[in-house]
C-alpha cells in the first residue's frame, strides 16, 4: 500500500521521484511505473487521496501541511462504505 504523508516532510524523499497533482495521466503513470521510477502525488481532497491511493503506481501521496487532517481519513469506509 502507498505511504501517506505530509508534503514537505523530510522523510519522504522526492529526489528521482515523480510528482504529480492528480492521477490522470495515465501514460505518464505506467511509464514512470515501468521505468522503476517512484510516483508521488499530492492531494487536497479525500477524493483525490483515495483516487490516487487506487492506482498501483503510486508510492506516496503527499496532503499539504495545512490539511493534516488528511492523514486520519477512514481510507476503508472510504473504499467500501
Not at 6 to 35: F, K, T
Request: glycine letters at 4%; proline letters at 7%; one cysteine or more.
Amino acid at each position: 500500500m502507498p505511504e501517506l504523508a505530509v508534503d514537505g516532510d523530510p522523510l519522504v524523499p522526492l529526489d528521482g521521484a515523480l510528482v504529480l497533482d492528480s492521477v490522470d495521466d495515465d501514460s505518464q503513470l505506467r511509464e514512470a511505473h515501468a521505468a522503476g521510477r517512484p510516483v508521488v502525488v499530492r492531494a487536497d481532497s479525500a477524493d483525490a487521496v483515495l483516487a490516487a491511493l487506487k492506482r498501483p503506481e503510486v508510492a506516496c501521496v503527499l496532503v499539504p501541511q495545512e490539511k493534516r487532517e488528511l492523514l486520519d481519513l477512514d481510507l476503508r469506509a472510504l473504499t467500501y462504505g
